[in-house]
């Protein structure tokens, strides 16, 4: 837009503090960053349920459960907990007092959100925000019989109510979110004017169960090159990076802690992060806990660890770890959406023994992963290409075509994908 338009004015709703220090805030901190380099925008927090603490807001969301229940439409306990009418209505009057051109939606989560701004302005232009698809994860952790992790969320959760979720009930909880994550899915594209996901690979998957894909698209996340790939002159050691808070991570550092306890590699495996369980002491295995400096996981040297999970969005770990330099050794799952051509370290978790082992024999394969890791973050990932995504996508079409004619983006290939 040139100098004598007026500066689009963006709501960017999010249902989380964007200053926590994991993957989905950072991401979410550097969307917030790049719209307000164009665009004056305005963050609103939507609480949650639990958050507000009120009856009045606990027993409508209970009549609204039980009323889509009747109506064979169950709403995903997820959307629920951000279903307050009041937090809703409150946040939908600012969006149209302040004369919002655009609005930002973070997740499914704000369903019930966006189904009042489409009351309250039906002209207005939404984009929701998925990062990862949802169902597919949810379904993938019913099928192992895995808690659905409560993650930011969970901390506002009395403590039985916690333990229901995570433990008691955890089965039955994963069971119904992936049972009905994928209508509302379908239901938020169908009222959002463009979706967004964080990996191609979520998207050609949700796009498998619509009539139409134009609505959908992918843009990954930002990173900037913090270190040149280290070379072979300092000492090798491993490190994993995440907060047991998340399943992911816990079976993660369980999968390497019991590989390390087991058959004591020579080489040290440290691991960052906020733990909230108690720390084996086994030898080879250093726990840091929370860094304010990341770069203290990533000096020269250090080999990432990533036995992921689950399949679904991209690991942001694995790209935050090429960013400094440092090769990454994961499986399949942890590489997913990232298709770095002929990487020589994506290999079954099953199968690290001979890296874990002996790492020096390896010194090739480290040196050229951390060589194409870098590479692709710098082509891809970069926050250039991030900025112009996201600037894009929030413009309404009718603006998009008067204030940038020809880029008007309605095709998910012209947007940063991978």
Same mark, same amino acid.
């Given at each position: ?10 709501? #960017? ?9 994991? =993957? ?15 665009? *004056? ?76 701004? @489409?009351?309250? $302005? ?14 597919? @994860? ?70 498998? $169960? ?52 087991? *058959? ?9 992060? @906020? ?30 660890? #990533? ?5 679904? =969005? ?50 090739? *394969? ?21 900025? *112009? ?30």
């Amino acid at each position: 837009m040139d100098a004598q338009t007026p500066r689009l004015r963006v709501a #960017v709703v999010t249902t989380r503090d964007i200053g926590e220090q994991n =993957g989905r805030a950072q991401v979410l901190s550097a969307i917030v960053t790049s719209l307000s380099r164009q665009y *004056n925008v305005k963050v609103i927090r939507l609480l949650s349920i639990a958050e507000t603490k009120s009856w009045m807001d606990l027993a409508r969301a209970a009549w609204r459960w039980a009323v889509s229940l009747l109506k064979f439409r169950p709403m995903p306990l997820q959307c629920l907990l951000y279903a307050s009418d009041a937090q809703c209505q409150s946040t939908a009057s600012e969006i149209v007092r302040t004369g919002c051109d655009a609005v930002y939606l973070d997740t499914v989560r704000c369903q019930a959100l966006l189904h009042v701004l @489409r009351r309250e $302005r039906p002209d207005l232009h939404i984009v929701t925000d998925f990062d990862d698809l949802m169902s597919r @994860r949810a379904t993938f952790l019913a099928d192992k019989q895995l808690a659905f992790s409560t993650g930011h969320t969970g901390r506002h959760f009395p403590r039985w109510l916690r333990y229901l979720i995570d433990v008691a009930l955890a089965p039955a909880v994963t069971t119904y979110e992936a049972f009905t994550l994928p209508a509302a899915e379908h239901d938020v594209v169908a009222r959002s004017d463009a979706t967004v996901l964080i990996s191609r690979v979520d998207r050609q998957h949700l796009c498998k $169960r619509l009539p139409h894909d134009v609505r959908v698209h992918a843009i990954g996340p930002a990173f900037r090159l913090q270190r040149l790939p280290w070379n072979a002159a300092a000492p090798l050691r491993f490190v994993f990076v995440g907060s047991d808070s998340f399943v992911q991570n816990r079976t993660a550092i369980d999968f390497l802690t019991r590989y390390w306890s087991e *058959n004591v590699p020579a080489t040290p495996l440290h691991i960052y992060g @906020r733990q909230r369980r108690s720390l084996p002491q086994i030898p080879g295995v250093r726990w840091h806990g929370y860094v304010d400096d990341i770069a203290e996981a990533y000096h020269p040297g250090s080999i990432a660890l #990533v036995p992921a999970l689950d399949r679904g =969005g991209i690991k942001t770990k694995v790209l935050e770890a090429w960013s400094w330099g440092c090769p990454v050794l994961g499986n399949a799952a942890a590489f997913e959406g990232l298709p770095v051509a002929d990487y020589p370290l994506m290999s079954p978790e099953n199968d690290w023994h001979p890296f874990l082992t002996d790492p020096a024999a390896h010194m090739a *394969n480290w040196l050229r992963a951390a060589g194409l890791g870098s590479t692709f973050v710098r082509r891809i990932f970069s926050p250039e290409k991030f900025e *112009n995504a996201w600037c894009e996508i929030m413009l309404p079409a009718s603006i998009a075509v008067t204030a940038r004619p020809g880029t008007a983006l309605r095709n998910a290939s012209t947007y940063h994908a991978v």
